[in-house]
T-cell receptor, first 112, second 110 residues
């Protein structure tokens, strides 16, 4: 079954650590996205990609990086985690916008 | 930057009552998408509206796009406990990625 997978599901790390959140999709979608969402709040765009070797910054991109070496894989890296990074990180992909985004289950990150 | 506001922020209804959430923008919206996020879950795509004045229905859900394409609404008839969650509208400008609204959280009392 085609789907989008995020790992880990939950993560607790110390301040200053470097972490990578994984996102993979099996649908062959060219477009992929990372959003940050605090519980019950709106989604804020971090980074997005229109295809291999294409990445663009969103509104909250300054403290993270992404790469798109393969169509199916779009990892997000925080170089130095801070308590303000505590949030849920949602990965999504789309074929064409009229079909909507398919979201992964998210990674809930806590930085202590 | 563009802001997409939703009202109300939160609504608590009795099961069987109707519910409406409104999505408003100061600028003309391109295409509007609606998503539902269950508590503890992730957003799930419901529908996309493209044309001015467009109305679409999915069972008890009715989606409408304003004539001036500056607002949209989602109406649920006779709510059920399964309708609980946060409903987001999102503007698809086609230029980058979706801009999500602030969301309306719906609580349904059995």
């Amino acid at each position: 079954e085609a789907d989008i997978y995020q790992t880990p599901r939950y993560l607790v790390i110390g301040t200053g650590k470097k972490i990578t959140l994984e996102c993979s999709q099996t649908m062959g979608h060219d477009k992929m996205y990372w959003y940050q969402q605090d519980p019950g709040m709106e989604l804020h765009l971090i980074h997005y990609s229109y295809g291999v070797n294409s990445t663009e910054k969103g509104d909250l991109s300054s403290e993270s990086t992404v790469s798109r070496i393969r169509t199916e894989h779009f990892p997000l890296t925080l170089e130095s985690a801070r308590p303000s990074h505590t949030s849920q990180y949602l990965c999504a992909s789309s074929e064409a916008n009229r079909y909507g985004y398919t979201f992964g289950s998210g990674t809930r990150l806590t930085v202590v | 930057g563009q802001q997409v506001m939703q009202i109300p922020q939160y609504q608590h209804v009795q099961e069987g009552e109707d519910f409406t959430t409104y999505c408003n923008s100061s600028t003309t919206l391109s295409n509007i998408q609606w998503y539902k996020q269950r508590p503890g879950g992730h957003p799930v795509f419901l529908i996309q509206l493209v044309k001015s004045g467009e109305v679409k229905k999915q069972k008890r859900l009715t989606f409408q796009f304003g004539e001036a394409k500056k607002n949209s609404s989602l109406h649920i008839t006779a709510t059920q406990t399964t309708d609980v969650g946060t409903y987001f509208c999102a503007d698809d400008t086609g230029r980058r990625a979706l801009t999500f609204g602030s969301g309306t959280r719906l609580q349904v009392q059995p």
